[in-house]
Structures are given as C-alpha cells and as structure tokens.
C-alpha cells in the first residue's frame, strides 16, 4: 500500500478544553517519524501497511510540552 499520496496526507490536531487533552492524527510520514520517536503521547491507533510501514497516527497528549512544534 505505501503512504497515502500527497493530496491525502495531513496532520489533525484538536484540544479538548474540557479533558485537557490534545489528539493528533497524522498521515504524514515525516510527522509520523517525529511523533513515535518522542515519548509524549499515548498511541491510540498506528494503521500499517501490507509490508509493515506504518501509514497513518492517531495519539493522545495530556500536558503537550510548550516548547513542542511541527515547525523547524
């Protein structure tokens, strides 16, 4: 199967004011590499390919580190 195409890809993040929680959805492949690198999160849901790649993100943050960035 292999990453979703570039007119598929994208990162979703939402906060929940009432649980303080952040939920981050992404199936970009360099968000994804990021994301399960770092131990912030709790993974919620990893969708994998046939080959075993791990295609799509879904994690939970309680207390997200201010300091944290997509952007470089």
Known sequence: MA???IE???TV?????????????TTIPKHIKRLKNEAIATLLQEEKDSDGLTIAYRITI???PNSYTFNR
């Open 13 to 25: 993040i939402r906060y929940d004011s009432i649980t303080k929680q952040w939920d981050i959805y």
């Open 62 to 64: 309680e207390n997200l």
């Open 8 to 10: 598929e890809q994208e």
């Open 3 to 5: 990453y979703y195409s």
